[in-house]
């Protein structure tokens, strides 16, 4: 069984800011992990995963994740926020052997003041 | 190379009618995932489908939801008698195999109203 937990579900930075978009997982089986991002009345867009190998993941638009698994956390990060940024983010995890089912967090919605 | 694509994408039905929402997954790929997301809530998975089989339904209400992916042709999810809580939107998504570590491509989804 598999559950994700983001905590907060709207954050608010200004224009400029370290952006932390927390994220908590728990896996019966070792895990990926997946933030994606949805802009209004849009789909869901990969921003990066984790699979295997180096656990600080790179994804697009800045943004990085690190992979804990000591914490079982894979919180989303981007060190300056822009404007554009302002979107909900959604943190996933798919069980390693059962197959690509994903298990989505409640989301955070983020906020940038200008 | 075009993305998943969904039609409708809004949907107004009145109670007890029914609902028919379609997918298309990329071109290339064999297995289609059916998402809902209630208003102000996470993603919640529905269903697992490759062509002509139907792999986890685990997600799916027990009554009036179905869903199918023949040979040829869209993915259909069908809502039967629709009521109110089936307010939501429907999103899709596709991915070329059942590799774990393949992302799933999603479409922007259809946004299903019952009045």
């Known amino acids: 069984a598999q559950s994700v937990t983001q905590l907060g579900s709207h954050v608010s930075v200004s224009e400029g800011a370290l952006v932390l978009l927390r994220c908590n997982y728990s896996?019966?089986?070792?895990?990926?992990l997946f933030w994606y991002v949805q802009y209004p009345n849009q789909g869901l867009q990969l921003l990066l995963k984790?699979?295997?190998?180096?656990?600080l993941v790179k994804g697009i638009n800045g943004f990085e994740a690190e992979f804990k698994k000591s914490e079982t956390s894979f919180h989303l990060t981007k060190p300056s926020a822009h404007m554009s940024d302002a979107a909900e983010y959604f943190c996933?995890?798919?069980?390693?052997?059962?197959?690509?089912?994903?298990?989505f967090g409640g989301g955070t919605r983020l906020m940038v003041k200008p | 190379n075009a993305g998943v694509m969904q039609n409708p994408r809004h949907l107004v039905r009145r109670r007890g009618q029914e609902a028919r929402l379609r997918c298309s997954p990329m071109?290339?790929?064999?297995?289609v995932y059916w998402y809902r997301q209630l208003p102000e809530e996470g993603l919640k998975f529905m269903v697992y489908?490759?062509?002509?089989?139907?792999?986890?339904e685990s997600g799916m209400p027990k009554e009036r939801f179905s869903a199918e992916f023949p040979k040829e042709g869209p993915s259909i999810l069908r809502i039967q008698q629709v009521v109110r809580g089936d307010s939501a939107a429907y999103f899709c998504?596709?991915?070329?195999?059942?590799?774990?570590?393949?992302?799933?491509?999603f479409g922007n989804g259809t946004r299903l109203t019952v009045t």
């Open positions: 998504a596709s991915s070329p195999g059942q590799f774990e570590n393949s992302p799933l491509h």
């Open positions: 896996s019966s089986v070792p895990p990926y």
């Open positions: 984790y699979t295997t190998g180096a656990t």
């Open positions: 996933a995890v798919s069980g390693r052997y059962a197959g690509n089912m994903l298990t």
């Open positions: 071109k290339g790929h064999s297995h």
């Open positions: 489908l490759q062509k002509e089989n139907i792999i986890d």
